[in-house]
């Protein structure tokens, strides 16, 4: 499974101790869902379900948003 989304920053974002969780750690969202990014916020269980060898976007990247499949990626210029 995978999933497409966007994103619109153009710059690191800068972490520090502020960020840390009760358990002294800083969970850093890979799912690309979180609104909090770049920390994780749970939204990753949305993705749970997804299946192997799939491509997803959920709509406005939001994971209660609509999920879809998606079947080919069409560029601009082709
Ligand atoms: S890994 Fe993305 S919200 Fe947790």
Redesign the pocket.
């Known amino acids: 499974m995978a999933r497409e989304v966007t994103h619109e920053e153009r710059g690191p974002a800068k972490l520090d101790e502020s960020d840390m969780g009760d358990d002294g750690m800083i969970?850093v969202?890979?799912?690309?869902?979180?609104n909090s990014k770049p920390l994780?916020?749970?939204?990753?269980n949305a993705t749970t379900d997804e299946e192997d060898g799939v491509v997803y976007k959920y709509e406005n990247d939001d994971p209660d948003g609509e999920r879809r499949e998606i079947d080919a990626i069409a560029y601009a210029e082709e």
């Open positions: 969970y969202c890979e799912c690309g869902l979180s994780c916020d749970g939204s990753h």
